[in-house]
Nanobody
Framework: QVQLVESGGGLVQPGGSLRLSCAAS????????MGWYRQAPGKQRELVAA???????NYADSVKGRFTISRDNAKNTVYLQMNSLKPEDTAVYYC????????????????WGQGTQVTVSS
């Protein structure tokens, strides 16, 4: 029923910038955490960045200082501003959103987007 729709991927040159967005369709309670994962060919899926409903962000070491994650809680939307892009950033980027049940910590929901391709190349 709930769907995460990603947009903003594409082809950029090294050193360029790109902004990804992910919006949750329908009406849901605000996700505790929204974030971005990525997977490059032949590599493990990795967490890129995540942000809590309170605005606390976490980044992979490889993107610290270059990427910025933000969210609009009213719109259940998360953004990823990517600057100083490198060829190593080339991957499919997946949006994630989850909410836990209070006290137990179990998932109330855990949704994934379909992914958007980011290619950094000359």
């Amino acid at each position: 029923q709930v769907q995460l729709v990603e947009s903003g991927g594409g082809l950029v040159q090294p050193g360029g910038s790109l902004r990804l967005s992910c919006a949750a369709s329908g009406s849901i309670f605000s996700p505790n955490v929204m974030g971005w994962y990525r997977q490059a060919p032949g590599k493990q899926r990795e967490l890129v960045a995540a942000i809590t409903s309170g605005g606390t962000a976490n980044y992979a070491d490889s993107v610290k200082g270059r990427f910025t994650i933000s969210r609009d809680n009213a719109k259940n939307t998360v953004y990823l501003q990517m600057n100083s892009l490198k060829p190593e950033d080339t991957a499919v980027y997946y949006c994630n959103a989850f909410r836990v049940v209070p006290i137990t910590g179990g998932y109330e929901y855990n949704y994934w987007g379909q992914g958007t391709q980011v290619t950094v190349s000359s």
